[in-house]
């Protein structure tokens, strides 16, 4: 029997990164998996490979900031797949990069309105679902800057931080109820978010910042999260759990 095996899961932002290392996981896993972006190239280059790998994908162009977008996400799932029993909140931005006094007011508005606002949004749909399911798991994406401060990323390191707030509230509203909520928090992962937002110079000084000497890879976090999704992690909820290399130890 497969880890998750007849579990319908939802992926926001599945067309990159950490969120399509996780949908390909979850498939591999015997889960049946919407694959939500806003970039519809991605996102269906997310199934195909799924595909080929003889699991189970379909893809849902969403802006996850928009909170219409993640009902008819929700929806399409149950519609096509019967429930939902796994989201994975990740789809995210790094928003400006500016100190406060100098922040763009429309970017910061953006960058909350996806990060933060939108995990809200898939939430508020997610949960009706999961309760008529019997139960469900929600991972929601931090980071390493939910828990500590980064100069110039005020947006981020914000949104992030609020997402544990958000994790923890719904952990006390619902777990009673079968639903499990956790956030994970990586270090600095390769992904375009990364090599399409920081010099060498940059990528070279967050990778000192990690105890072990190198950026992470999205199919290290992936493991963790397959495990939070999965009934091994049964009295995990409202945790926030770093997968950082070491970052916070310091
Ligand atoms: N890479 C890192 O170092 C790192 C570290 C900690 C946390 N994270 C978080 O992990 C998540 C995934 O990041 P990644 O590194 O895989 O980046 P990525 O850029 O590779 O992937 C992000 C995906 O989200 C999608 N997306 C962006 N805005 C969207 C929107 N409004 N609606 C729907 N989809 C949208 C993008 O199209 C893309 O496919 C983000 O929330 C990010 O903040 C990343």
């Not at 199934?47 to 219409?68: L, R, S, T, W, Y």
Request: charged share 20%; net charge negative.
């Amino acid at each position: 029997m497969k880890l998750l095996e007849k579990k319908v899961a939802a992926v926001t932002g599945g067309g990159s990164g950490i969120g399509r290392s996780v949908a390909l996981l979850y498939a591999e896993n015997g889960a049946r998996v919407c694959v939500s972006d806003i970039d519809g190239e991605g996102g269906k280059k997310t199934v195909q490979q799924i595909e080929e790998a003889g699991g189970e994908a379909f893809f849902f162009k969403a802006d996850a900031g928009k909170a219409e977008d993640n009902r008819k996400m929700v929806e399409a799932t149950v519609e096509k797949y019967g429930a939902l029993h796994i989201a994975f909140n990740n789809a995210g931005v790094t928003g400006p990069q500016a100190l406060i006094g100098e922040c763009s007011v429309e970017e910061w508005d953006r960058a909350l309105r996806i990060n933060l606002s939108g995990v809200f949004y898939g939430m508020r749909y997610q949960i009706p679902e999961m309760l008529k399911a019997g139960g469900g798991v929600i991972v929601n994406m931090s980071s390493v800057l939910g828990k500590v401060a980064f100069e110039g990323s005020s947006a981020y390191v914000a949104s992030k931080h609020g997402l544990l707030g958000l994790t923890k509230t719904a952990a006390l509203e619902y777990s009673g109820q079968g639903i499990r909520t956790v956030a994970v928090g990586p270090g600095f992962i390769q992904t375009p978010m990364i090599s399409n937002n920081l010099s060498e110079d940059e990528v070279e000084m967050v990778r000192q910042m990690h105890p072990i000497g190198r950026l992470g890879k999205a199919e290290e976090v992936a493991e963790l999260v397959l495990w939070l999704s999965s009934d091994k992690a049964s009295f995990v909820s409202g945790a926030y759990i770093p997968v950082d290399g070491g970052y916070l130890a310091r």
